[in-house]
């Protein structure tokens, strides 16, 4: 069974940056876009960013763009989000997904999710 397993969420400051892992198992990556998607409370489900495994391509929201970093650990299977210049409304659970195919930013075209893990931006 696919494992994908998030960790690195915390409490920071605003402008303050975190670094989130998705580790992923018995997923064959090659075929796979791994996307990074954050859900607030009463907020619907919202895409930040995708990196297509087999040739590395990336898309971004709007929001995450400039401030957003998503990258890979061949080594490891791991995916990671660089956030920089954190915002109050960054808060959120962050949610790790695979996506048969093309980099998407649409929850409903990914296959795998992982648990999840809270953002909290705050003074």
């Known amino acids: 069974q696919v494992q994908l397993v998030e960790s690195g969420g915390g409490l920071v400051q605003p402008g303050g940056s975190l670094r989130l892992s998705c580790a992923a198992s018995?997923?064959?990556?090659?075929?796979?876009?791994i996307g990074w998607f954050r859900q607030a409370p009463g907020k619907e489900r919202e895409g930040v960013a995708s990196?297509?495994?087999?040739?590395?391509?990336?898309v971004y929201s709007d929001s995450a763009r400039g401030r957003f970093t998503i990258s890979r650990d061949n080594t490891k299977s791991t995916v990671y989000l660089q956030m920089n210049s954190l915002k109050p409304e960054d808060t959120a659970v962050y949610y790790c997904?695979?996506?048969?195919?093309?980099?998407?930013?649409?929850?409903?075209?990914?296959?795998?999710w992982g648990q999840g893990t809270q953002v909290t931006v705050t003074s």
């Open positions: 997904a695979a996506a048969g195919g093309e980099t998407t930013l649409l929850w409903y075209e990914n296959d795998y």
């Open positions: 018995r997923i064959t990556l090659d075929h796979y876009a």
């Open positions: 990196f297509k495994w087999s040739d590395g391509s990336t």
